[in-house]
């Protein structure tokens, strides 16, 4: 398992912006290139959701809710994943965790608040 520390969370207003960040700061980077990498969320009262998945390969997977407002990328070197978050509405405001997958092992991160005000 990997340990997940993810950044970039906060308030904005309707139609911003924010860039969330996970960083695995303990990996070796032989290690870390095999792990599907994920950005989930969870609002109160509801059920974690996957947000964004990027493959080992760079395939991603989006939310349908998202598709066109979020990118989620990473970068290898700095072993880190990254969502873009644009156009963000009201309905985005969750929990954000960090997610990474190999062999059907999920690690998470601590999670990191995102809130969209109108």
């Known amino acids: 398992q990997l340990l997940l520390v993810e950044s970039g969370g906060g308030s904005v207003q309707a139609g911003g912006s924010l860039r969330l960040s996970c960083k695995a700061p303990r990996a070796i980077f032989s290690v870390y290139i095999g792990y599907n990498m994920g950005w989930y969320r969870q609002a109160p009262g509801e059920q974690r959701e996957l947000v964004a998945r990027?493959?080992?390969?760079?395939?991603?997977n989006y939310l349908d809710s998202v598709k066109g407002r979020f990118t989620i990328s990473r970068d290898n070197s700095q072993k880190k994943v990254f969502l873009q978050m644009n156009n963000l509405k009201p309905d985005d405001t969750a929990v954000y965790f960090c997610?990474?997958?190999?062999?059907?092992?999920?690690?998470w991160g601590q999670g990191t608040q995102v809130t969209v005000f109108s």
């Open positions: 997610n990474a997958e190999q062999g059907g092992i999920s690690s």
């Open positions: 990027i493959s080992t390969s760079g395939t991603t």
